[in-house]
């Protein structure tokens, strides 16, 4: 049975199939790359999975305060992530560069086979030649639709659009939120001595006019308090005039005869001292004449 498998050129089919499988995960994977590439350009709205990721952690981190210093190691660790299907994009990569070696590999072994099977040297090394075939043809479409620099490309668009623009933008909003936060903060400030006022003042004032009536006839009354304790002193003022006035004439008697008095003082007074003086030179002469 494998003898009639071999007769069937099964080499030959292997080999086509490899190239066929190669050069398809090569377009599959640039066409997913390529389109990557182009929705950079709609970055902050785009839908893409692998993106949407990269540019959410970005934000995250920054929101956090961590600061990224190398955005192209950040940007290279999650392209090196990147998921076509259910694997990554390196798996997809080693999967076509298998699929050149197994081509390859599928000639030298037709070769040999056809070689030891007895078969002519045109139909042993015919084989051979279809793998090398393949895998040039292979060779060629990898390096047209070459995957590598289109993750260069991805890598490089994505550090232009963190740096220069989500960068700015998420700097601005942060700012925005500074600055709506104390306007917040104020107007709370504000809010909560204006209901504090309020709770002083309604218990004791409801109506600012009538706390204004209130004030104008406390001083209404203080000024009626006032012109009464003039009136009063104004009347106690007078009083004391006329008072004074009746004393006059009593106090001028009264001066009068305390001068009097005075005088008749001195006069008794001068006749002690004659009395004494006589009754002195009256002791004094007989005093003598003894």
């Known amino acids: ?46 839908k893409k999975k692998a993106l949407v990721e990269i540019r959410k952690r970005y934000e995250e981190l920054s929101y956090l305060d961590v600061g990224i210093r ?10 090196y992530k990147l998921k076509l299907g259910k694997s990554y994009v390196s798996s997809w990569n080693s999967f076509c560069s298998n699929m050149m070696i197994l081509a390859a590999g599928t000639g030298l072994i037709g070769t040999w086979w056809e070689y030891r099977t007895g078969s002519s040297v045109f139909a042993s090394t015919q084989i051979g030649m279809w793998g090398i075939v393949a895998c040039g043809v292979m ?13 260069e490309m991805l890598s490089a668009e994505l550090v232009n659009y963190m740096n220069n623009s989500l ?20 107007d709370r400030s504000r809010s909560g001595l204006k209901q504090t006022a309020a709770s002083i003042i309604e218990p004791n004032v409801i109506d600012i006019d009538a706390a204004l009536a209130q004030m104008g006839e406390q001083k209404d009354r203080r000024s009626e308090k006032q012109t009464e304790a003039e009136r009063k002193k104004g009347r106690e003022a007078d009083s004391k005039k006329k008072n004074m006035q009746e004393s006059d004439p009593a106090r001028e008697r009264i001066t009068a005869k305390s001068k009097k008095t005075m005088r008749a003082e001195q006069r008794r007074s001068e006749k002690n001292r004659r009395q004494t003086a006589t009754e002195e030179q009256q002791s004094s002469e007989t005093d003598r004449k003894g």
């Open 1 to 46: 049975m494998f003898g009639t498998i071999l007769e069937q050129s099964i080499f030959l089919y292997v080999i086509a199939a490899t190239g066929i499988c190669g050069i398809a995960a090569k377009l599959i994977m640039n066409g997913f790359l390529k389109g990557l590439v182009r929705e950079v350009g709609s970055m902050k709205s785009t």
């Open 70 to 79: 190398d955005t192209r190691s950040f940007v290279e660790k999650y392209i």
């Open 139 to 151: 060779q060629m479409v990898y390096n047209v639709f070459n995957t590598r620099r289109k993750c």
């Open 167 to 186: 960068a700015n933008r998420l700097k601005r909003e942060q700012e925005k939120q500074m600055e709506s936060s104390k306007q917040e903060a104020e």
